[in-house]
């Protein structure tokens, strides 16, 4: 059964701080992995998804990558800010359908 | 703004009531999805609906009973439930539930906060 860990739980930092966002899986049979962020009192917002085939994705600030045989995947976000402060979560497709494994999320504070 | 729209927000309510929670897409899409996010533990899918069709049931208890009378809207209906019930129930729609998948981006409602007494 596959597991997605997200360590740490909670994260504070100074703003325009350089941070790296960890999620591991177990089962490194995934067709894609996705990273959303979710504000307080509001649904999930897709950030970047990584196709099983690719190493890396950006957007913006942001930079998703992904090592299948490590079962890792690193979400990078450039010169912090505020407005950053969010849970973010990593979710695996796997199986051949659209069926999302989440981790627990990753509390993120940056503080101005 | 998703184009995901959920209601009520917020819900409280007895172990013996009965209630319903609504979910509405206004993307066009033919999959829907319910999700339960309780404290310190991950996103869970419990059910998914595919051109109305329940496709999956994640063994979820029958005291959850969800209907789908068309590709917008979707419900979630709640009898007995038991305190440990109390999450924030959160609703999705993709273009496709697909077993070819891992295309597909799901969308997010904002979520119902249930609290069960």
């Known amino acids: 059964k596959q597991e997605v860990t997200q360590i740490p739980a909670a994260l504070s930092v100074p703003e325009g701080e350089n941070l790296v966002l960890n999620c591991s899986f177990t089962?490194?049979?995934?067709?894609?992995l996705q990273w959303f962020r979710q504000d307080p009192g509001k649904g999930l917002t897709s950030l970047l998804l990584i196709q099983s085939s690719q190493r890396e994705q950006t957007s913006g600030r942001l930079n998703a990558s992904l090592d299948k045989s490590s079962g890792r995947s690193t979400l990078y976000i450039a010169a912090s800010q505020p407005g950053d402060s969010a849970t973010y979560l990593c979710?695996?497709?796997?199986?051949?359908?659209?069926?999302?494994?989440f981790g627990k999320g990753m509390k993120l504070t940056v503080n101005p | 703004e998703t184009g995901v729209t959920q209601t009520p927000r917020h819900l409280v309510m007895g172990m013996t009531n009965k209630k319903s929670l609504k979910c509405e897409q206004h993307l066009g899409h033919n999959a829907m999805y319910w999700y339960k996010q309780s404290a310190k533990k991950p996103l869970e899918l419990m059910f998914v609906y595919n051109f109305k069709e329940q496709t999956e049931n994640n063994s979820v208890p029958s005291r959850f009973s969800p209907e789908c009378p068309n590709s917008s809207h979707l419900f979630l209906h709640l009898h007995t439930l038991q305190p440990e019930d109390s999450a924030l129930y959160l609703c999705?729609?993709?273009?496709?539930?697909?077993?070819?998948?891992?295309?597909?981006?799901?969308?997010f409602g904002p979520g119902t906060r249930l609290l069960v007494l």
């Open positions: 979710a695996i497709t796997q199986g051949g359908s659209e069926k999302l494994v």
């Open positions: 999705a729609s993709s273009q496709v539930f697909s077993l070819g998948g891992g295309q597909e981006t799901q969308y």
């Open positions: 089962d490194s049979a995934i067709y894609n």
